[in-house]
């Protein structure tokens, strides 16, 4: 216990980054069955609306800032050392503070649900004034901004050791041109950490100021700026959408090449998409405010229509890895294609709302949430379990049921359109989101039923997920050092990796050193026969 | 059936943008899912399949699959503006003028020229009286939080923003009552922060007008 409390050891810090992430993976999730379960049939009353204000905040915080983001660094973490041939990560020390503060930030958030007046209620984006003192006087608001400022200050840290890894701890042979495209998307996952985390601190540490030290940035009546806010908060908010994806385009690039026996297509078109995508999130914020009235809507419409390009490019190029491939049907391989169809609903979505005059509609009504959802969910979620079933056989030495996890595949997948899918034509049939309840009006009541359904089927599916670690720890099949045929360091290690990684490595020549190295095997061997 | 029900003169420019990107949508889903789809199934891996060819890059692939995406983003940038500045455009005379104050948690509706007011609470929902066929202008703030006007008849939103005026027209085309509802979270009875717009004809307009909004419609 003392062993892991003070560890230092890359891989155990990524064990413990992704393990506390599936918990609040898990609290955010009863929270959504909370939210579906009273949006189950027309105006139900199971909680009450301040509850209800509070569970949404929650949810969609913790799935956000406790999950979908962390969980990519936690997996960095764990594999950029491997994957480049490094003993560890550059600052190993600083590596534990962003751990610790993010796991304590994490709870300073989720805390403000024991205190009188209970937790945030303002939304994850928490726009003031709302948010202001005046109006959410309690406690809970300030634990949510310091819990999501140590949280921020934590990504920042890692982000800065992260760049410096993969800048300077290369094994021999390893030029940023043969790096995995996984440890790329890194590279343009932490260059957007670092330039969209501190706007994220200097919001939270602005609506502080504003709550407690007699400021009033956000004040209209004192000369503050409402939309101020929201230009802060999504300066941030859309760059962290791309920190939310860009490392899960890395696995699911890893993934599709190894199981379909081939390269990875377009390498280098890859890696420039991934620092497109980066550079074009920078000044794609507005979007998320067509409505307000008071932005270039055309300039923002415009860049938001470019960033569909170089995602397309990401697209090809993984159609293009499976083209006259061997391409093996296995759990990873199945979410991944589970991602790439989600996905592409959610950037089609993504290219609509992006038009000013759907926005005007859409903007803020449950099409935005199934929109949202199928890149969060459908997307960043499938890539998560795709890495997991891909990476837990090497970080855990054991093997996970294949067959149990493609049962856990199709349910979720089954559950997750049947939920989310419908919420396009709520939001058509004018369903506002965050709303407690709705009236019994066109097919809202028939949708909502059918998303609830699919909520408890997701639910079923992460039980069973729950159930495949389970059984896999108490069987304890071990697991070779290279389950899948794999192409990158990590496979050229035992599994566990030992502490600092590697006894030997591969001779590196191309993207593919652990490839390499079998093809020379097996041509030796058949030399020799 | 029709997809839409547009009640206003900006509502039928604002669906016919939703139907581009829809039609658009529906080809570039269908030809990707094939794509995505497809090559699972033809090239599955079969017992004894040895290694299958290694090729990594195609140029002259990249040219089409860079090119087609950008053209067609350029192409759904330009309905898509147009319809965005005649949806903003302003009449420089509207036939009838609307202050509407968003508060916590209903609306008012104030009708400068006659002096007619109307203010409601989440229990008595205010009604929003447009005159058919007419250009009416409303001039959208927030008393207090930031919220949001939404009518999805209309298929149209602005936010009402506390220290900010927006301006927009509305020409209903429709007689009949719509949902109005607000659409940016503001506390905890955003959900019952409810109005009606209730489209009438210019005679029952003016009616209502003259008697300050006490006739009944």
């Not at chain 1, 020390?93 to 303002?122: D, E, H, K, M, Q």
């Not at chain 1, 791309?242 to 699911?252: C, H, N, Q, S, V």
């Not at chain 1, 996970?400 to 034509?425: A, C, D, V």
């Not at chain 2, 503001?186 to 006739?215: E, I, Q, T």
């Amino acid at each position: 216990m003392i062993q892991w409390l003070t560890a230092t050891d890359h891989k155990k810090i990524g064990i413990m980054y992704m393990i506390s992430t599936f918990f609040f993976f898990v609290v955010a999730g009863l929270l959504a069955l909370v939210i579906r379960t009273q949006l189950a049939a027309p105006n139900l009353d199971i909680v009450s609306s301040h509850t209800y204000s509070q569970v949404f905040t929650l949810h969609g915080t913790a799935m956000i800032f406790l999950f979908v983001a962390p969980f990519g660094l936690g997996l960095a973490n764990y594999l950029v050392p491997l994957q480049i041939g490094a003993p560890d990560m550059a600052f190993p020390r600083l590596n534990a503070t962003s751990l610790w503060l993010f796991i304590f930030g994490a709870f300073t958030v989720l805390s403000g649900a024991l205190v009188a007046g209970g937790a945030a209620a303002s939304g994850w984006s928490s726009y003031a004034p709302l948010s202001e003192i005046k109006v959410s006087a309690g406690a809970g608001q300030d634990l949510w901004i310091i819990g999501l400022l140590m949280v921020s200050i934590g990504s920042i840290l890692t982000a800065v050791n992260l760049m410096t890894t993969i800048f300077l701890l290369r094994a021999p042979g390893m030029t940023m041109w043969r790096m995995p495209i996984f440890t790329w998307e890194i590279v343009a996952t932490s260059l957007l950490i670092l330039m969209a985390f501190p706007p994220l601190a200097s919001v939270l540490a602005m609506l502080l100021i504003d709550r407690h030290l007699g400021g009033h940035f956000f004040d209209p009546s004192q000369g503050g700026n409402v939309v101020l806010y929201q230009h802060l908060w999504w300066f941030f908010g859309h760059p962290e959408v791309y920190i939310m994806i860009l490392p899960y385009f890395g696995i699911i690039t890893e993934v599709v090449a190894v199981f379909s026996r081939k390269p990875v297509f377009g390498y280098v078109e890859l890696v420039l998409a991934a620092f497109a995508i980066a550079g074009l999130s920078m000044g794609v914020w507005a979007h998320h405010m067509f409505t307000t009235g008071a932005v270039n809507d055309a300039f923002f419409s415009a860049t938001s229509f470019l960033i569909a390009v170089p995602t397309g490019v990401k697209f090809f190029n993984w159609i293009g890895t499976m083209w006259k491939g061997s391409i093996e049907l296995t759990t990873p391989m199945l979410f991944a294609l589970g991602f790439m169809l989600n996905f592409l609903i959610g950037g089609i979505t993504g290219v609509m709302l992006a038009s000013p005059p759907i926005d005007f509609d859409a903007h803020n009504s449950y099409f935005l949430v199934a929109h949202f959802h199928y890149v969060l969910g459908g997307g960043s979620l499938f890539a998560i379990f795709a890495g997991v079933f891909f990476w837990f056989p090497k970080v855990f030495g054991v093997q996970l049921s294949e067959r149990l996890g493609k049962w856990f595949f199709w349910l979720f997948f089954l559950g997750f359109n049947l939920t989310f899918f419908p919420m396009h034509i709520m939001g058509l049939e004018g369903m506002p989101r965050r709303v407690v309840t709705y009236p019994n009006v066109e097919h809202l009541a028939l949708l909502n039923g059918l998303a609830t359904a699919g909520a408890f089927v997701i639910a079923l599916a992460v039980v069973l997920f729950g159930f495949i670690v389970l059984l896999a720890f108490r069987k304890r099949v071990p697991a070779p050092d290279d389950p899948w045929g794999g192409y990158t360091l990590e496979w050229a290690t035992s599994s566990p990796p030992p502490e600092f990684n590697f006894h030997s490595l591969p001779n590196i020549s191309s993207e593919r050193p652990v490839f390499d190295a079998r093809q020379a095997a097996r041509r030796a061997a058949e030399g020799v026969a | 059936m029709p997809l839409f029900h547009p009640a206003s003169v900006q509502a039928r420019l604002l669906s016919g943008d939703w139907t581009i990107f829809l039609a658009a949508s529906l080809v570039v889903a269908a030809i990707m899912f094939a794509l995505i789809i497809l090559p699972a199934i033809v090239w599955r891996r079969r017992p004894n399949s040895g290694l299958p060819p290694q090729f990594n890059k195609n140029p002259r692939w990249s040219i089409v699959y860079i090119g087609v995406p950008l053209l067609l983003v350029a192409g759904l940038f330009v309905p898509s503006y147009i319809r965005q500045k005649l949806v903003d455009a302003i009449a420089p005379s509207p036939s009838v003028v609307v202050d509407v104050t968003a508060f916590r948690w209903s609306w008012r509706f104030h009708y400068p020229h006659s002096g007619v007011t109307i203010v409601g609470t989440p229990r008595t929902i205010p009604t929003l009286v447009l005159p058919v066929g007419e250009t009416t202008q409303i001039n959208l703030t927030s008393a207090d939080v930031d919220h949001s006007f939404w009518v999805p008849a209309f298929l149209f939103k602005r936010d009402a923003l506390p220290g900010y005026e927006n301006h927009f027209d509305l020409t209903p085309t429709r007689i009949g009552e719509f949902r109005g509802v607000c659409s940016q979270f503001c506390g905890v009875d955003h959900a019952y922060m409810l109005f009606r717009v209730r489209v009438v004809s210019d005679a029952a307009f003016a009616r209502w007008r003259n008697s300050k909004g006490l006739a009944t419609l």
